[in-house]
């Protein structure tokens, strides 16, 4: 047994296990990826773009401030080296996330102390379905590296004595990346500054957490700057962004599904098909009315946008139903238990362990962010790493227990 043990945490242990996911993941880019389309052609336009010389634009004429810049940048570096073919984007998300697994089962082992702990950790994130995400050029992809490298380094700055300020220098650096990777992170920097002063174990800190937080508006007011220079392309995001996030409210629909995918999808065609052609400023109108008159209504999608991002039904559900609605609701009650453990070995690791502070960090930071904005399940995927190790330590949580209580 304890052979066995050293084998799965050895570098030979963790490799095949880097094989199986990489594995994993190319066989779902061969039989699930797409051409671009929507959101994922807009990156691959303006890394076309970027490749051909013709800057950070949409059309080849004009700048564009439509999407922020870093996951066109990574598109357009992978086209330069490889070529022009969104495929071979796709194969590199896939080495990348596979990789993924190597500091999984480092933060896991270092959190827990248990090498076992970090191979459940990293074996569940090999095989959770996020992996999904690899298969479209979507700027996830980019988010979820940085996010697992921004809650690691976070863990150093508050589990070491020396080095702090240059931990949080780097975290302000890769705050700043994810605010230029997606626009709803740029303001994770100095949300990490005010969370953390909430707390006596972390308020200690404030200095560090300052640092940080002037590092990462530092990396992203240079774009910032940018865009308030270049004139608006197409409608406002912002606009765009409040009229459909809240369109059940408009069309009378209710909430959007949250348990059956297949239906939300509809939901979100049939909002496109009937609000597209409307006035933006009439439903930007009709949406603030509808706040001023039904804040029940508001509070509810909120609640449900909440639910969206993090007890969606994991990818294949749909096919699924078409067998047994059983096998579904199965898959349903293992995805509520993954994050119902986890969130419990967040919030009980944190009440004697300030070094679970960025978990819990980026956990309420995209729960008020995607609730108050907009929703669906991929938004979720960043966190899938973090996720996996939380409930692999819940899970030893739950074991110690079990054995103080036998012991008893």
């Not at 699924?320 to 070995?345: K, R, T």
């Not at 502070?357 to 979720?380: D, K, N, Q």
């Amino acid at each position: 047994m304890n052979k066995a043990l050293a084998f799965l945490s050895s570098r030979w242990g963790l490799f095949i296990l880097f094989i199986i996911a990489l594995a994993i993941r190319l066989i779902a880019v061969d039989m699930l990826s797409a051409p671009p389309e929507k959101d994922a052609l807009q990156y691959h336009q303006i890394a076309l773009h970027l490749v051909s010389g013709a800057g950070f634009s949409l059309d080849g004429l004009e700048p564009t401030t439509l999407r922020p810049p870093l996951y066109p940048l990574f598109i357009a570096a992978v086209y330069a080296l490889f070529g022009v073919e969104y495929h071979h984007v796709l194969m590199v998300q896939a080495v990348i996330h596979a990789a993924l697994v190597f500091p999984v089962f480092w933060l896991a082992l270092r959190i827990s102390g248990s090498a076992v702990v970090g191979w459940i950790a990293a074996g569940l994130f090999s095989v959770l379905t996020s992996f999904e995400i690899v298969t479209r050029l979507y700027a996830e992809n980019m988010l979820i590296l940085l996010m697992l490298a921004f809650v690691i380094v976070i863990y150093r700055m508050l589990s070491h004595v020396t080095h702090r300020g240059r931990y949080a220098v780097a975290a302000g650096v890769l705050a700043g990346l994810m605010g230029l990777t997606k626009p709803e992170f740029a303001m994770l920097g100095m949300a990490t500054f005010l969370f953390a002063l909430l707390w006596r174990s972390t308020r200690t800190y404030w200095r560090l957490w300052l640092m940080l937080s002037i590092v990462s508006l530092l990396v992203v007011g240079g774009w910032q700057m940018r865009s308030f220079n270049v004139p608006p392309s197409g409608q406002s995001f912002a606009n765009e962004t409040l009229i459909f996030s809240n369109c059940p409210a408009l069309l009378g629909d209710g909430l959007w599904a949250v348990t059956d995918m297949a239906r939300l999808e509809q939901q979100r065609e049939r909002c496109h098909r009937e609000l597209d052609a409307l006035p933006r400023e009439q439903l930007v109108a009709k949406v603030r009315q509808i706040w001023l008159d039904d804040p029940l209504m508001m509070i509810k999608l909120i609640v449900n946008r909440v639910l969206i991002l993090w007890v969606s039904p994991p990818v294949g559900s749909s096919a699924l139903a078409a067998l047994s609605p059983l096998v579904v609701w199965v898959a349903l009650l293992g995805q509520y238990l993954i994050v119902a453990l986890a969130l419990a070995a967040m919030l009980t690791g944190f009440s004697g362990r300030k070094e679970m502070f960025p978990f819990l960090l980026v956990v309420v930071y995209m729960t008020v962010i995607y609730g108050l904005l907009h929703s669906i399940r991929r938004y979720g995927y960043p966190f899938a790493p973090e996720l996996c190790i939380m409930f692999s330590c819940g899970l030893l949580m739950l074991y110690d227990k079990w054995k103080k209580r036998k012991g008893e």
